[in-house]
């Protein structure tokens, strides 16, 4: 039997042992945020940018001096963000109403935001596949209020999952069965799509759980999605897979760690509800965690899956 893990982690199966270090604690970067959500990892810049989306800014942290600064305000309350095969900033807008890109030369740049010729809701989370298609989720939560957003009616009238080629323009909806999809992300060899869906928070007893779906031969439309997990504490948000198909998904308690089988393996355990993750670092061995007013990172004896 190896050593106990630190009190930063919560071991609910024997096969979290190998994913974390007995020695390493949660460490706290950064905090000032009113709800902190989106992070990214920019690989050869050495730095993150998270969304704080009720201030309106997108913040920047700086791995070469730990230092933060404001990468960008006003953001259209910008939430989820990724980066692209090219290393560009790709974002999920709820002001805008859309996804947008920022080119290496600054210029932000909108790839999409009508489907059908009406306004989407308030794009969410996003994840960039390998073939450069990009998949959201547009759920309502920044046109719910003035908070996150500018309140107004959906235009659309239901929240979708949505396929976006910014080669061709085509927007596609790839999955409508949800009440508020909220977090995505691919399993390593992107045969699997997870989608969170936190319904629950518009509907009493509604989900709060995240769904799995495989991916049709064509790479561009879904099958399946039975229920992967559900959250026993607060709410599954955005989430990230490691290298060996474990998902590390945000929870009102902390990190959960559940495994391609659907175990629950065990908890990062953070002081406050948490909203996204993302792995980053040189060795994409660090998960940074948004956690609400805070943000936050861990070593973990594992590496990020696919992209950041």
């Given at each position: 039997?190896?050593l106990?893990?630190?009190?930063?982690f919560?071991v609910?199966?024997p096969r979290?042992?190998?994913?974390?270090?007995?020695n390493?604690?949660?460490?706290?970067?950064?905090?000032g945020?009113?709800w902190?959500?989106g992070?990214?990892w920019?690989a050869a810049?050495?730095?993150?940018?998270w969304?704080?989306?009720p201030?309106?800014?997108i913040?920047?942290?700086?791995e070469?001096?730990g230092?933060?600064?404001?990468?960008?305000q006003?953001?259209?309350n910008?939430n989820?963000?990724?980066v692209?095969?090219q290393?560009r900033?790709?974002?999920c807008?709820?002001?805008?109403?859309?996804i947008?890109r920022?080119?290496h030369?600054?210029r932000?740049?909108?790839?999409?935001?009508?489907?059908?010729g009406?306004?989407?809701?308030?794009p969410n989370?996003l994840?960039v596949?390998?073939?450069g298609?990009?998949?959201?989720t547009d759920?309502?939560?920044g046109?719910?209020?003035d908070?996150?957003?500018?309140a107004?009616a959906s235009?659309i009238g239901a929240?979708?999952?949505?396929?976006?080629?910014?080669?061709s323009?085509?927007?596609?909806?790839v999955a409508?069965?949800?009440?508020q999809?909220?977090?995505?992300?691919?399993?390593?060899?992107?045969?699997?799509?997870y989608?969170v869906?936190?319904?629950?928070s518009?509907?009493?007893?509604?989900?709060?759980?995240?769904?799995?779906?495989?991916?049709?031969?064509?790479?561009q439309s879904l099958?399946g999605?039975e229920v992967?997990?559900?959250?026993?504490?607060g709410?599954?948000?955005?989430?990230r897979?490691?290298v060996?198909?474990?998902?590390?998904l945000s929870?009102?308690?902390?990190v959960h760690?559940?495994?391609?089988?659907?175990?629950?393996?065990?908890?990062?355990r953070?002081?406050?509800?948490v909203?996204?993750v993302?792995?980053?670092?040189?060795?994409?061995?660090?998960l940074f965690?948004?956690?609400?007013t805070?943000?936050?990172a861990?070593y973990?004896?594992?590496r990020?899956?696919?992209?950041?």
């Open positions: 039997m190896g106990a893990l630190s009190d930063s919560e609910t199966d979290f042992g190998a994913l974390a270090f007995s390493v604690h949660l460490e706290k970067l950064y905090s945020c009113r902190a959500e992070p990214a920019f810049g050495r730095y993150l940018v969304s704080d989306i201030n309106d800014r913040m920047r942290w700086d070469t001096d230092s933060v600064s404001t990468f960008r006003p953001a259209l910008s989820g963000h990724t692209d095969r290393g900033l790709v974002s807008e709820h002001r805008g109403r859309c947008s920022t080119e030369d600054g932000r740049v909108v790839l999409v935001e009508r489907f059908e009406r306004r989407l809701n308030s989370d994840a596949k390998s073939d298609s990009i998949w959201f759920p309502t939560y046109i719910d209020s908070y996150e957003g500018d107004a235009e929240s979708h999952v949505y396929r976006f080629d910014p080669d323009g085509a927007l596609s909806i409508d069965s949800f009440v999809p909220n977090g995505l992300a691919f399993s390593p060899d992107e045969s699997l799509l989608i869906d936190t319904g629950i518009h509907v009493k007893d509604g989900p709060h759980h995240v769904r799995r779906f495989q991916l049709n031969a064509d790479g099958r999605g992967f997990a559900t959250c026993p504490v709410l599954y948000d955005g989430f897979p490691d060996h198909g474990n998902l590390w929870a009102g308690d902390g760690c559940h495994a391609p089988d659907g175990t629950l393996l065990g908890k990062i953070v002081p406050e509800v909203a996204n993302c792995f980053g670092g040189p060795k994409l061995n660090r965690i948004c956690g609400t805070s943000l936050y861990v973990l004896n594992t990020g899956a696919g992209w950041p």
